[in-house]
Nanobody, 124 residues
Framework: QVQLVESGGGLVQTGDSLRLSCAASGRTFSNYCRSWFRQAPGKEREFVAAISVDGFTTYYSDSVKGRFTISRDNAKNTVYLQMNSLLPEDTAVYYC?????????????????WGQGTQVTVSS
């Protein structure tokens, strides 16, 4: 059974950091682009960051650029999201996703594989 499992979420204060992890099992995703999306209450799921298969190309939403860093370890079948200088508006459920292409994609509909999400709450 293919699974993407996120971890690392929690309750933090403004300015704090968190590192999210997304571990894959059931198949290798080394040839898949990997990404992070988030969804706040009452809002649509939105793109956060994506990384190419080789890890050399990354895309970020304007709202997180300069604060968040996506990375991957293909040997561990895992993708990470380092989140620094967190703001209350970063509060959301964060989802990892995978798509069978080499180049990073930014649309929700481009992704077939999704994790169950991890809650990130940033208090002011």
């Amino acid at each position: 059974q293919v699974q993407l499992v996120e971890s690392g979420g929690g309750l933090v204060q403004t300015g704090d950091s968190l590192r999210l992890s997304c571990a894959a099992s059931g198949r290798t995703f080394s040839n898949y682009c990997r990404s992070w999306f988030r969804q706040a209450p009452g809002k649509e799921r939105e793109f956060v960051a994506a990384i190419s298969v080789d890890g050399f190309t990354t895309y970020y939403s304007d709202s997180v650029k300069g604060r968040f860093t996506i990375s991957r370890d293909n040997a561990k079948n895992t993708v990470y999201l380092q989140m620094n200088s967190l703001l209350p508006e970063d509060t959301a459920v964060y989802y990892c996703a995978a798509a069978p292409v080499a180049w990073p994609l930014i649309r929700v509909n481009d992704y077939r594989w999704w994790g169950q999400g991890t809650q990130v709450t940033v208090s002011s």
